[in-house]
């Protein structure tokens, strides 16, 4: 099975800008949760998407949102960009509720100017 | 709330030898899993082992295993015979039992001497 791919990989945006991730998870993954990682704030979860509802939510402003579609793939979007929102994002796809597992995707590198 | 702390920011071990990574954690849930994920430079994250909290038994992968102690709410890392490749950053990881929301730790930085 291919593994969890996001897209793109590297991304620079300005200030104010806006900015949306993609997530594909492994084919027959239901789960799909972000993750936001800094050397300052470590890895943090942002949301989780479960049949296209968002099941969890962490400790992040309403600039942040997502989405996932019937196929699973989800999006992530970013508005009124902020140089604090520079940091590695992480994407993980599981089969579904209760699982004990997750797989990560290889991020995608955000860089706010 | 969940909290997971790695007390250990750096590492380094000898090439053949044996390391352990600490990690400790605190929740009030019965029902929950640990986890070892090992990010390399290439910054993919790769799940090392899992620790189911119901199950008494510690887990074994190879040359990993991990030691957990659910009254201490401890689970450390025990790496043998070290390899180069295992030169990476460790994160230790809390997922309760309803949700697949992780909470890390900080990560502990390994490094493999030859």
């Known amino acids: 099975k291919a593994g969890v791919t996001q897209t793109p990989r590297y991304l620079i945006k300005t200030r104010g800008q806006q900015v949306t991730l993609s997530c594909s998870p492994i084919?027959?993954?239901?789960?799909v949760s972000w993750y936001q990682q800094t050397p300052g704030q470590g890895l943090q979860f942002l949301f989780e998407?479960?049949?296209?509802?968002?099941?969890n939510k962490g400790n992040f402003p309403g600039r942040f949102s997502g989405r996932q579609f019937s196929n699973s793939r989800s999006e992530m979007n970013v508005s009124t960009l902020e140089l604090g929102d520079s940091a590695l994002y992480l994407c993980?796809?599981?089969?579904?509720?209760?699982?004990?597992?997750?797989?990560f995707g290889p991020g995608t590198r955000l860089t706010v100017l | 709330a969940q909290t997971v702390t790695q007390s250990q920011p750096e590492m380094s071990v000898q090439e053949a030898e044996t390391v352990t990574l600490s990690c400790t954690y605190d929740?009030?849930?019965?029902?929950?899993?640990l986890f070892w994920y090992k990010q390399p430079p290439s910054r993919q994250m790769i799940l090392v082992i899992r620790?189911?909290?119901?199950?008494?038994q510690n887990a074994t992968e190879n040359r990993f295993s991990v030691n957990f102690q659910k009254a201490a709410k401890s689970f450390s890392l025990k790496i043998s015979d070290s390899q180069l490749g295992d030169a990476a950053m460790y994160f230790c990881?809390?997922?309760?039992?309803?949700?697949?929301?992780?909470?890390f730790g900080t990560g502990t930085l390994l490094a493999v001497q030859p």
């Open positions: 993980a796809s599981s089969p579904g509720q209760k699982y004990n597992e997750q797989f």
């Open positions: 084919s027959g993954h239901r789960s």
């Open positions: 998407y479960f049949s296209e509802t968002q099941r």
């Open positions: 929740t009030s849930e019965s029902d929950y899993y």
């Open positions: 620790q189911e909290a119901y199950k008494q």
């Open positions: 990881a809390y997922r309760g039992g309803a949700t697949n929301k992780l909470i």
